[in-house]
C-alpha cells in the first residue's frame, strides 16, 4: 500500500511538473535560448583567446628561431679564434634553445588544431541557436493566434459579424444617399431651363454659350483683316 501511494505521488508530481512546463513553455524557452546564446558568446571568446595565444606563441617561436641563428653564427666564430669553452656555452645554449622551438613548434599544432576544432563547434551551435530562435518566433506567434481564437470565441466571432452587418449597412446607407442626391440634382436640371441649355451647348447643340480661346482668336484674326 505504501508503495503505491509513493508511486502514486511521484506520478502526481511529474504531471505537475510537466502541466506547470507547458503553461510556461514560451518563457522557459526564452530562457533556454538566452542560456544558448551566453554558451555561444563564451565558445566565441574561448575562440579568440585561443587565437591570441596561439600567436603568442608563433612570435615566440620566432624569437627563438632568431635567437639560435644568432648563437650559431657567434659559436662558429668563437671556434675560428680557438675560444672552445665560449663555442661549448653557445652550443649548450642553443641545444636548450632548440628544445624550446621544438616545443613551441609542437605548441601551435596543437593550438591550430584546437582553434579548427572550437570554430567547428561554435558554427554548429550558431546555427542551432539561430534555428531555435526562428522555431522561437514562430512559437509566440502562434501562440498569440491561439489566445485570439480560443480567448472567448463565440464574443469574438460575434463582434466581427455585427461589425460586417454595420459595414454593410453603412455602405447601403451611403450608396443610398449618393443616388438620391444624384436624382435631386437631375430634377433641378430639369426645372431649370439655363441648365438645360447649358447641357445642350456643352453637347454641341446649338451654339456654345462661352467663348473659347480659338473662338476669341478667330474673332481677333477677322477683325486685324477688316483693318488692314
Known sequence: ???????????????????FGDRH?????????????????ASRRAVAIAIAQNEQE???????INQIGDLEN??????????????????????FLEAERDASTAAQD??????Y??????????AKLKELQRGQRLAVATDQTQRLRNDHPS????????????????RARQQQIDT????????EDTANPAAIIEKLAQNGCGDALNSSADDVLARLEQQSRQMS
Open 110 to 115: 596543437q593550438f591550430l588544431t584546437e582553434i
Open 180 to 187: 438620391v442626391n444624384q436624382v435631386m440634382a437631375d430634377m
Open 74 to 95: 657567434r659559436a662558429m666564430s668563437a671556434m675560428e679564434q680557438g675560444k672552445n669553452e665560449l663555442a661549448r656555452e653557445a652550443a649548450q645554449s642553443i641545444a
Open 25 to 41: 513553455a514560451l518563457a522557459i524557452l526564452k530562457q533556454q535560448i538566452n542560456d544558448c546564446a551566453a554558451a555561444v558568446t
Open 58 to 64: 608563433a612570435n615566440q617561436h620566432h624569437r627563438l
Open 1 to 19: 500500500m505504501i508503495n503505491k501511494i509513493i508511486t502514486l505521488m511521484r506520478g502526481t508530481a511529474a504531471q505537475a511538473s510537466e502541466d
Open 117 to 126: 576544432r572550437l570554430k567547428g563547434v561554435v558554427r554548429s551551435a550558431e
Open 155 to 170: 464574443d469574438g466571432l460575434a463582434t466581427l459579424k455585427d461589425a460586417e452587418e454595420t459595414l454593410l449597412r453603412l
